[in-house]
T-cell receptor, first 113, second 114 residues
Framework: AQSVTQLGSHVSVSEGALVLLRCNYSSSVPPYLFWYVQYPNQGLQLLLKYTSAATLVKGINGFEAEFKKSETSFHLTKPSAHMSDAAEYFCAVKDPGRRALTFGSGTRLQVQP | NAGVTQTPKFQVLKTGQSMTLQCAQDMNHEYMSWYRQDPGMGLRLIHYSVGAGITDQGEVPNGYNVSRSTTEDFPLRLLSAAPSQTSVYFC?????????????FGPGTRLLVL
């Protein structure tokens, strides 16, 4: 079965610093990959998704992610963190033929002033 | 568009009580699903529906029932609540079941079972 690993349940960065949130998946077939963000007391919002068109995917709010097949990774980055980026981030995968997303356990991002 | 709406936002139940979590979407989406979110476990699929009259089980269906009588609504029923069902429940919808389709999530229902 497909699994998703997010390294680090909590990540803390300073405002203006690079944000790097890690996601690795287990699949012999490249899946479709998603990053969602959850702000406090809200539902999940799509940040970006990889659907095999391009390995570097740009999303909303300045985030981007790069699909690396050789590393089975889809890490999320943002060059300069903003206080408003503080939230929980979920990586998710979907295999062709499966009916639902498989989510990672989430990474809570703190941004220090 | 209101998107995906869920009611109630918060509910406290006693063990053994039943209740229905409501979910509605106004985007004419065929695919709807229910997830539960527990600390350190991400979101897990409970039940899903690919259209009116069609439902199926997800990863953690025990203790929950669903029905889909209209395209817009997809209620989740807890038959006899247990403390293990304390969680945050999210409803999601997408236009189709296609693998690349974006799922849109509601704001969630926080459930506490005592």
């Amino acid at each position: 079965a497909q699994s998703v690993t997010q390294l680090g349940s909590h990540v803390s960065v300073s405002e203006g610093a690079l944000v790097l949130l890690r996601c690795n998946y287990s699949s012999s077939v490249p899946p479709y990959l998603f990053w969602y963000v959850q702000y406090p007391n809200q539902g999940l919002q799509l940040l970006l998704k990889y659907t095999s068109a391009a390995t570097l995917v740009k999303g909303i709010n300045g985030f981007e992610a790069e699909f690396k097949k050789s590393e089975t990774s889809f890490h999320l980055t943002k060059p300069s963190a903003h206080m408003s980026d503080a939230a929980e981030y979920f990586c998710a995968v979907k295999d062709p033929g499966r009916r639902a997303l498989t989510f990672g356990s989430g990474t809570r991002l703190q941004v220090q002033p | 568009n209101a998107g995906v709406t869920q009611t109630p936002k918060f509910q406290v139940l006693k063990t053994g009580q039943s209740m229905t979590l409501q979910c509605a979407q106004d985007m004419n989406h065929e695919y709807m699903s229910w997830y539960r979110q527990d600390p350190g476990m991400g979101l897990r699929l409970i039940h899903y529906s690919v259209g009116a009259g069609i439902t199926d089980q997800g990863e953690v269906p025990n203790g929950y029932n669903v029905s889909r009588s209209t395209t817009e609504d997809f209620p989740l029923r807890l038959l006899s609540a247990a403390p293990s069902q304390t969680s945050v429940y999210f409803c999601a919808s997408s236009y189709a079941l296609a693998v690349q389709e974006t799922q849109y999530f509601g704001p969630g229902t926080r459930l506490l079972v005592l």
